[in-house]
């Protein structure tokens, strides 16, 4: 697998998210949306664009700049956490019988997609110093884009007989099969794909059966209290 090309995959995934949010934000920007979603649209696009700028810096064999820029993540990281959180509680609407069913698991979709984010961002600091795992982790904080990505894209297709995230899902957990695949020969970093299926798989599983939960319920209820939004 030559990662040296990764900047090209993320210009498409960046492609991707833009058609994605193309109806329901890029095409309204200026139509009224709350500040919490511009505010996490800008620093998801600050994400993607350092992603795609720190893979052509090694790709260049710029390690100065790229070790000077990756510095930067330090602070964006907990701005881009800061901006899901609220824009996730700005979401929630308390009715006269609790919260609906779709704001339960879409919280959930939510806090585990960046749970997941920030597991393979630390694991990509913890590794800083080798390259082989650095940059996989670094690749698959950009996966949890995919789902709310592809989950906006209008395709006019007939109702599915079942959930949306069974298909979102299934397109991670394929593109991480393929790299696994890919990295069967290679001697450093390709435990990293392996692990990170685990981690959506467990995180998939538990949104496809926890969200009705008592517990969840309970968190979700709250989360929703609090005055933070």
Same mark, same amino acid.
């Given at each position: 697998?030559?990662?040296n090309?990764s900047?090209? $995959?993320?210009i ?8 994605g949010?193309?109806?329901t ?5 200026f139509?009224?949306? !709350?500040? %919490?979603?511009h ?6 696009l600050?994400? &993607?664009? &350092? ?6 810096? =090694?790709?260049?064999k710029?390690? *100065? ?14 701005i +881009?956490?800061? *901006? +899901? ?5 700005? /979401?929630?609407?308390?009715?006269? $019988?609790g919260?609906?069913?779709?704001? +339960?698991?879409l919280?959930?979709? /939510?806090l *585990? ?16 110093h *080798?390259?082989a795992?650095?940059?996989? %982790?670094? =690749?698959? #904080?950009s ?12 395709l ?7 959930? $949306?995230?069974?298909? #979102?899902?299934?397109?991670?957990? +394929?593109?991480?099969?393929c790299f696994?695949f ?5 001697k450093q970093?390709r435990?990293?794909?392996?692990a &990170? ?6 995180f /998939? ?8 939960s /008592?517990?969840?319920? !309970?968190?979700?209820l ?6 933070i939004?």
């Amino acid at each position: 697998m030559e990662l040296n090309k990764s900047a090209f $995959y993320f210009i498409v995934l960046l492609l991707l998210a833009i058609v994605g949010f193309w109806d329901t934000y890029f095409s309204q920007i200026f139509n009224g949306h !709350s500040r %919490y979603i511009h505010f996490h649209a800008v620093t998801m696009l600050l994400w &993607m664009l &350092m992603l795609i700028s720190q893979a052509f810096l =090694i790709r260049y064999k710029k390690n *100065s700049l790229h070790r000077l820029f990756g510095k930067l993540s330090y602070f964006l990281v907990p701005i +881009l956490t800061t *901006s +899901l959180i609220l824009l996730a509680h700005s /979401q929630i609407t308390i009715y006269d $019988y609790g919260l609906s069913h779709r704001r +339960l698991y879409l919280l959930f979709l /939510q806090l *585990s997609l960046l749970v997941i984010f920030l597991f393979a961002y630390m694991m990509a600091i913890l590794y800083r110093h *080798s390259a082989a795992y650095h940059a996989r %982790y670094m =690749i698959c #904080t950009s996966l949890t884009l995919i789902d709310p990505a592809i989950a906006r894209i209008p395709l006019d297709i007939p109702t599915l007989p079942f959930r $949306y995230q069974f298909v #979102t899902f299934a397109i991670v957990d +394929l593109i991480l099969v393929c790299f696994i695949f890919l990295e069967r020969k290679q001697k450093q970093g390709r435990s990293v794909f392996s692990a &990170m299926l685990g981690v959506f798989l467990l995180f /998939q599983l538990l949104n496809l059966s926890w969200t009705d939960s /008592q517990a969840w319920n !309970s968190f979700t209820l709250w989360f929703a209290k609090l005055e933070i939004t």
